[in-house]
């Protein structure tokens, strides 16, 4: 079997333009490859071009879930500070001297 000249990376790429809005016919003559080709590579590679835009869309949700929750835990941990400091530092009319 013919080895391609094309990494699968590079397939992949030239997938996600396409589904990204460049034209086949346009990618096929950037890249000097043929319709039947592309086409093959859509057949064989099209999941993981699917897989892997699923995975970033989670991996993106998760990214956000957790500098959320971080930031809510520092949030916490500030007050918890303060609310020590408070107890410890004398108060004047009920405010915290610095």
């Not at 460049?22 to 064989?44: D, I, N, P």
């Not at 897989?51 to 949030?75: C, P």
Request: with cysteine; net charge positive.
């Amino acid at each position: 079997m013919h080895k391609s000249k094309f990494t699968y990376g590079e397939i992949i790429n030239a997938l996600r333009r396409v589904e990204a809005g460049l034209s086949v016919v346009q990618l096929c003559q950037e890249l000097g490859v043929s319709r039947t080709a592309f086409y093959r590579w859509r057949q064989q590679f099209g999941f993981l071009v699917k897989q892997m835009s699923k995975l970033e869309a989670e991996n993106a949700r998760l990214r956000k879930m957790y500098v959320e929750g971080k930031l809510k835990g520092e949030i916490i941990a500030e007050s918890f500070a303060k609310k020590k400091l408070d107890a410890i530092l004398p108060t004047q009319d009920g405010v915290g001297v610095f």
